[in-house]
């Protein structure tokens, strides 16, 4: 069985597009190990004890060291003895000695078509609020490895999705989520799962 480690930080949509491929067989011979969250409130913690699966919280509030918070997440993900560490709506930036324990084993979803309205700054509503601003068209999401750059990894899927006249950065958020963000995770996470993407010269190729 293929294990992953799930990260969130808030409502934990994506962890449950993730369960719920699971359930339905979209993703097949995967387990989730564990749910981890950087914040004791977030609505993820609760879908993982809804699902049944373990979850632990690193809170960043209680431990404001950096270099002793970073060595909790480290043992966090550790302990768990995952083959896959899934960001999933994580707001916290990963350590570098984990990045570089976990090469290629790290992956991020990302509500644009990167390399647009992403890096240091870009992250939940401030995504959509960057695209509006610009007025593009097209907007959509990014699955892809995590390296120590933000958001600089091998991109392994994107989609598109439309931008309307009206849109707000909510609902452009919400149509992102449904249309590509729910549909690309869990897709990503059963090409790894079988062995059918690599990388090779910091690309992304299918097997
Ligand atoms: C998602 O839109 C995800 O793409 C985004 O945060 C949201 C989390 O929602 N991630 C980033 O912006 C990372 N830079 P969720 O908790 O409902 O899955």
Known sequence: MFRIAVMVSGGGTNLQAIIDAISSGKIT?????????????????TRAKNAGIPAVCVSRKEIPDRAAYNQMLIKAVDDANVDLVVLAGFLVVIPEEMIRKYRNRIINIHPSLIPSFCGTGYYGLKVHEGALARGVKVSGATVHFVDEGTDTGPIILQKAVEVKDDDTPEVLQRRIMEEAEWVLLPQAIDLIAHQKVEV????????
Do not use: C, F, M, P
């Open 200 to 207: 090779v010269d910091g690309k992304v190729k299918r097997i």
């Open 29 to 45: 011979d995967t387990e989730i190990g564990v749910v981890i969250s950087n914040n004791a409130d977030a609505y993820a913690l």
